[in-house]
């Protein structure tokens, strides 16, 4: 009978913590423009985008990966390291 207690005690701490820390989590949406110069976003033709970089976080300035090429350097915003650390 104790043993039951305590899985039952277990198992609803375990449910209840795994749910409220799932509902903790931020959301993080992130933008990529390719061949985007750096002053299209402030001519105001983005309304919604506005809206997200004035209640998110957004970059002043980058340095891209050598060579500027797409789907390497997005591999280096996601894994935080360089061409020559990642490999593409």
Request: proline share 6%; no cysteine.
């Given at each position: 009978?104790?043993?039951?207690?305590?899985?039952?005690?277990?198992?609803?701490f375990?449910?209840t913590?795994?749910?409220?820390?799932?509902?903790?989590?931020?959301y993080?949406?992130?933008?990529?423009?390719?061949?985007?110069?750096?002053?299209?976003?402030?001519?105001?033709?983005?309304?919604?985008?506005?809206?997200?970089?004035?209640?998110?976080?957004s970059?002043l300035?980058?340095?891209?990966?050598?060579?500027?090429?797409?789907?390497?350097?997005h591999?280096?915003?996601?894994?935080?390291m360089?061409?020559?650390?990642?490999?593409?």
């Amino acid at each position: 009978m104790k043993n039951k207690i305590r899985i039952a005690l277990f198992s609803f701490f375990f449910v209840t913590v795994s749910i409220f820390a799932q509902a903790q989590k931020p959301y993080v949406i992130l933008v990529s423009f390719d061949g985007f110069r750096w002053d299209y976003l402030n001519r105001g033709l983005s309304p919604n985008l506005e809206f997200i970089r004035q209640n998110g976080v957004s970059a002043l300035s980058l340095r891209p990966s050598f060579p500027s090429k797409t789907f390497p350097n997005h591999q280096s915003i996601i894994t935080g390291m360089y061409i020559e650390n990642h490999g593409i």
